[in-house]
Structure formats: C-alpha cells, structure tokens
C-alpha cells in the first residue's frame, strides 16, 4: 500500500511569489491534515478535511493561505504571496475515520524556503 | 485547550543505555496519546498510541510508554537504546472521542553517543 505521497519534496522561492504543494493521501482514508512545522518546533494544525469539507481550519492565515482537496482525495495548499516567516516543513497526513481514533499517517513533507 | 509538554528539548545517551522521554499533557477530558518518531528529513511515523485498556503501551523499536492519568504523563521508555534511535520524538495527543485533531509536542532530539 502506497504511503501519503507530497510533492514537491523542497521548493525554494523569493518572497512575494506564490507557492503550492500537493498530498496524495493513502487510499480510502477520508480525513486529511496539513501541518506546518517549524525548525525545531513541533508540527502545528493548518487545516483539517473530512472528505471535501474542511472542518477545522482555525489556524490557516486566510489572507495568503488557501486550500483544496477536490473530489476528497487529493489536496492542494497554496501560499500567496509567500513570506520569510513561512519558511519551514509542511506535511501532509491523512486517516480512516471509523470507530474510535485512528492513526494519521505522514507523509515526507515540503521543505519551503523564502528567501 | 489541550497542550502537550516534552519536558527536554535534548536527549544524549550512550549506546545500549536506557532512556526515557518525558511527555506531560493538559486536559479535564479523556485523551489519546500517541508518540511519534521522524528520522532526518522523514516525516513522522507512529511508534504507539494509547486509546484504552492497559496502560503499558509497547511499540515499534522495542519502544513503550506508560499512560499515567494521575500524573498526566506518557513517558516513553527504551531498555536499551541503539545508534539507530537518533531522531526526534514528538508526543501528541487527541482530546475526547471523535475529535481527530492531533497536537503535537515541540519534540524531543534523542542522540545516541557510541
């Protein structure tokens, strides 16, 4: 069974320029993840999907962050226009919601950085 | 608001020692508690997860944790740790039943000395 698929793996870009990535979730997992982690910090909650929907997106900056998960399959978080402050790692996870909590599975994350 | 303390932001260990990762969380509801592990740039993978039952966890790698509800601690512990355990350990916890948002820890950087 494939794993979370992300592509690009690295990108980097000049401030003010407008950057996406991309998440391939495991097959039939309906609820997906983006988190942004920061050097030596923990992974922070972006924004949550159940299926198309997304269901919490508190802590995504609406004014130049935007996502989409079209079909509730794949996702797209784009930036714009990228900022110094947004350099880090953004990953992408997805699990099967069903009875109880289940496990999110990672992908290898984006390496961003704004120069 | 549910938070997630790793008490030590470094952990140096000889080889074949034993370690244990501190992990404190927050919360007046039931929890799940998972840790994770992420190897140089890797994303993360599960080593074990508390939902229920039993309070000794064991995982992946030899590893296991110990659900302390008193304490509100799940520390994870190692016997004997090798050169290959060098990573970061994130601790994360999911608040009440249903509730599938994950809060993680900032990590703990586990070094194995040889």
């Known amino acids: 069974e494939a794993g979370v698929v992300q592509s690009p793996r690295y990108k980097i870009i000049e401030k003010k320029q407008p950057v996406a990535f991309w998440c391939n979730p495991i097959?039939?997992?309906?609820?997906l993840y983006w988190y942004r982690q920061n050097l030596g910090q923990g992974p922070e909650l972006l924004i949550r999907?159940?299926?198309?929907?997304?269901?919490?997106d508190s802590q995504l900056p609406k004014d130049r962050f935007s996502a989409e998960r079209l079909k509730g399959v794949d996702s797209t978080l784009k930036i714009q226009p990228a900022e110094l402050g947004d350099s880090a790692v953004y990953l992408c996870?997805?699990?099967?919601?069903?009875?109880?909590?289940?496990?999110?599975?990672f992908g290898q994350g984006t390496r961003l950085t704004v120069v | 608001a549910q938070s997630v303390t790793q008490l030590d932001s470094q952990v140096p260990v000889f080889e074949e020692a034993p370690v244990e990762l501190r992990c404190n969380y927050s919360?007046?509801?039931?929890?799940?508690l998972f840790w994770y592990v992420q190897y140089p740039n890797q994303g993360l993978q599960l080593l074990l997860k508390?939902?229920?039952?039993?309070?000794l966890v064991k995982g992946i790698n030899g590893f296991e944790a110990e659900f302390n509800k008193s304490q509100t601690s799940f520390h994870l512990r190692k016997p004997s740790v090798h050169i290959s355990d060098t990573a970061e350990y994130f601790c994360?916890?999911?608040?009440?039943?249903?509730?599938?948002?994950?809060?993680f820890g900032t990590g703990t950087r586990l070094t194995i000395i040889p």
């Open positions: 996870a997805s699990s099967r919601r069903g009875e109880g909590t289940t496990e999110a599975f």
């Open positions: 097959s039939g997992h309906n609820t």
């Open positions: 999907y159940e299926n198309e929907e997304a269901v919490d």
């Open positions: 919360s007046s509801v039931s929890v799940y």
């Open positions: 508390y939902l229920s039952g039993s309070t």
């Open positions: 994360a916890v999911i608040q009440g039943f249903g509730n599938e948002k994950l809060t």
